[in-house]
T-cell receptor, first 113, second 112 residues
């Protein structure tokens, strides 16, 4: 079974720009979660989507948004980029039911200059 | 607010030298506690899920245990390839799904 894939793997953007990251979950998984990982703060939860609906959201400003499509693929968008948005953005997928394990993709490394 | 604290922050062991990593947590209604391994430049790799106090799970040289306040990841006779950052996370059971709350991790180095 193919794992979680994320594109692109690396991005360099300028402050003030916006960026869109993509995530394809494991086949059959309907839940997709997004996380931001930085050296100082570690892994922090951004939001989770299930069946095209945002089910939960972490403590991030409204510049961070996401969506999920009918095929469970998900995108996250960051508008008006700030230097502090430089991070590894990780996507994780999980099935629905008795198992809550989340399986992570390789991440997108975003650098804001 | 859910909190996860991992200790030590870093640990250097000789090959074959067994040890334990600690994960202390505070959460309102634990749905699950998760252990992940992360190698540099990669996403976290799932290791274990523990659901209730007293539960134990094993995989090769790793064994995870859970109490009501903490979890331990025991590493028996580690090898250099076990070097990685080990992350602990909790998921709260407040109805509806919640994201994982992660600790900062333990950076483990196994020297040959």
């Amino acid at each position: 079974k193919a794992g979680v894939t994320q594109t692109p793997r690396y991005l360099i953007k300028t402050r003030g720009q916006q960026v869109t990251l993509s995530c394809s979950p494991i086949s059959g998984h309907r839940s997709v979660s997004w996380y931001q990982q930085t050296p100082g703060q570690g892994l922090q939860f951004l939001f989770e989507y299930f069946s095209e609906t945002q089910r939960n959201k972490g403590n991030f400003p409204g510049r961070f948004s996401g969506r999920q499509f009918s095929n469970s693929r998900s995108e996250m968008n960051v508008s008006t980029l700030e230097l502090g948005d430089s991070a590894l953005y990780l996507c994780a997928s999980s099935g629905y039911g008795s198992s809550y394990e989340q399986y992570f993709g390789p991440g997108t490394r975003l650098t804001v200059t | 607010e859910d909190q996860v604290t991992q200790s030590p922050e870093a640990l250097r062991l000789q090959e074959g030298e067994s040890s334990s990593l600690n994960c202390s947590y505070t959460v309102s209604g634990l749905r699950g506690l998760f252990w992940y391994r992360q190698d540099p430049g990669k996403g976290p790799e799932f290791l274990f899920t523990l659901y209730s106090a007293g539960e134990e799970k094993e995989k090769e040289r790793l064994k995870a245990t859970l109490t009501k306040k903490e979890s331990f990841l025991h590493i028996t006779a580690p090898k250099p390839e076990d070097s990685a950052t080990y992350l602990c996370a909790v998921q709260a059971g407040r109805g509806g799904a919640d994201g994982l709350t992660f600790g900062k991790g333990t950076h483990l180095i196994i020297q040959p």
